[in-house]
């Protein structure tokens, strides 16, 4: 029987891959309209679990029974989940940038009379179902046009058009500024007041205490705890029963070893890809030294992404003019192969799209920066290749059964650590790390700080850009804000707080302290 007031009951789930058990006996039930959260760290098994909810892992491939709405159900596809009210938005929107809001909103569910389609009524009930989610504009609008947080809105309201019961979100405000994050948190306590159920899927701790009424932990497989509002949690609570310890720290203890100056770079100005006479860098000039963590901090759309990517073989953006030396050397990064020559290696923000081929394997991967290490006379040395990605595999301690599998079949976490993985066999002296944790549990999180930290250990200049100022607090021996496509300020550790970043984050107005 099912349980009461209870919409959702997944009992003694297990699923099982070719050498491993993804999921182990897992338990999970979800009251009516409550905003449950699900954590674990990568790789433990909460997309797996949706997947089996959702009809991806169709009935027949998983163990175990699924209760939904006061029935059992075997959901043989995607469609079957949805035609009961289960909606999953994933965190890499399914969206089509070419076609309009509302034909996004029903693809699939197109408003039709007779096998045409009523573009008058299905703008109409486009446009009521984005009032819904708060979305203000045309519904003719391209999602090209739109910035991640209002395609979010997008998703949900695709969402809303299938008459959603259960609505599962996957690191939704993972890409998201902080403004946009709280507005879907305000969208997602607009839905449960509605009676619309979602769960929740992501790593933003903070977000969980804020938002959620109950959570789930996930650890390697299995369900380890349930855990009320009520009764009480807490970050330190979550992070203790998802790594099976606490961490009293965040960041690993580091004391730096800074040496003279490695890298630096002067009045480098870029242009817009695009927007003629649009800077998207101004004469950004600074310096990072050997052994030390610099983080960059701005609020999305500032030109952190933008300057280091024109910095790595002028990845982006036209005109791009100043100056770069390595160790007192000026240095030609003109090019990608001219840049990894000088010594720069850089780990995107978006490892999926810029930082991996999702068709090749963790060992072709690895070694895919540096052919020319492994490849005596032009042929490369398959032993050497193994030996090399099984090495780094080590090292980095990526979780996989082996090193043939697909970069694809991994967690996010594990991803990252490939691609760190193939730029450090490039043996870079100045790494750049965009976004390191992006979409990464807390635990490893804590591994990726402990990589960051020896590979400054090792005397080399490590450049962090990311969002999430604490992180950078954490990290960094010194921080620049940029604003606009300007640097703005420089703070060392001892003077860095997140009001004093914030306030050179958003003004034009540059400040600096002396370097420590």
């Known amino acids: 029987m099912p349980t009461q007031d209870a919409i959702l009951e997944m009992r003694n789930i297990t699923k099982r891959f070719p050498g491993v058990i993804a999921l182990d006996d897992v338990t999970l039930t979800v ?40 029935a059992g159900v075997k959901f043989g596809g995607i469609r079957q989940s949805e035609d009961a009210g289960i909606v999953i938005v994933h965190q890499e929107l399914a969206l089509i940038p070419e076609l309009s809001i509302a034909e996004n909103i029903f693809l699939g569910n197109e408003q039709s009379s007779k096998g045409v389609i009523d573009w008058v009524d299905t703008n109409r009930r486009a446009r009521l179902i984005m009032e819904k989610v708060g979305l203000i504009e045309e519904p003719e609008t391209k999602i090209k046009e739109l910035g991640v947080g209002k395609q979010q809105l997008v998703e949900i309201a695709k969402a809303l058009a299938k008459n959603v019961k259960l609505l599962i979100l996957d690191e939704p405000t993972s890409a998201l500024n902080e403004t946009d994050s709280q507005d879907l948190l305000k969208l997602m306590d607009g839905l449960r007041s509605r009676g619309i159920t979602c769960i929740m899927i992501s790593h933003k701790l903070n977000e969980i205490e804020q938002i959620s009424d109950s959570l789930t932990v996930i650890r390697d497989g299995k369900s380890i705890t349930t855990m009320d509002h009520e009764s009480g949690f807490n970050e330190d609570s979550i992070i203790k029963a998802m790594v099976g310890r606490s961490l009293d720290s965040r960041f690993p203890d580091h004391e730096p070893k800074i040496g003279e100056v490695l890298f630096k770079v002067q009045d480098w100005t870029v242009e817009h890809p695009r927007i003629p006479d649009r800077l998207s860098s101004k004469n950004a000039a600074f310096e ?38 390595v160790h007192g050397k000026p240095a030609n990064l003109s090019t990608v192969r001219k840049a990894i020559h000088a010594g720069l290696a850089y780990v995107p923000e978006d490892r999926k799209t810029l930082g991996l081929n999702l068709l090749d394997t963790i060992k072709r991967t690895t070694v895919s920066a540096a052919l020319s290490k492994i490849s005596p006379r032009g042929v490369v040395d398959l032993f050497k290749e193994y030996e090399v990605a099984e090495d780094y595999r080590k090292r980095l301690r990526t979780k996989t059964s082996t090193i043939d599998a697909g970069v694809a079949t991994l967690s996010g976490g594990n991803q990252q650590k490939v691609v760190l993985s193939k730029w450090l066999f490039t043996d870079p002296q ?8 992006r979409g990464i549990d807390v635990g490893a999180k804590y591994e990726i700080y402990a990589i960051i930290q020896q590979l400054a250990s090792q005397g080399r200049a490590v450049i962090v850009v990311s969002s999430e100022l604490p992180e950078l607090l954490g990290l960094s021996d010194r921080i620049y804000t940029i604003f606009e496509g300007a640097i703005t300020g420089e703070l060392p550790r001892e003077d860095a707080t997140q009001e004093n970043l914030m306030r050179l984050m958003t003004s034009d107005r540059h400040s600096a302290a002396p370097a420590a």
Do not use: Q
């Open 31 to 70: 009251r009516r309209g409550e905003i449950h959260a699900i954590c674990g760290e990568n790789g433990a098994g909460k997309s797996t679990l949706m997947k089996v909810l959702s009809g991806v892992y169709p009935h027949g491939s998983y163990d175990g029974d699924i209760v939904f709405d006061g």
């Open 288 to 325: 990072v030294r050997a052994g030390e963590i610099v983080g960059f901090a701005g609020l999305m759309g500032a030109g952190r992404t933008e300057l280091m990517r024109s910095l790595f073989g002028e990845g982006y953006g036209r005109k791009i003019s100043g100056k770069a030396w």
């Open 430 to 437: 100045v790494l750049i790390l965009d976004e390191p944790t």
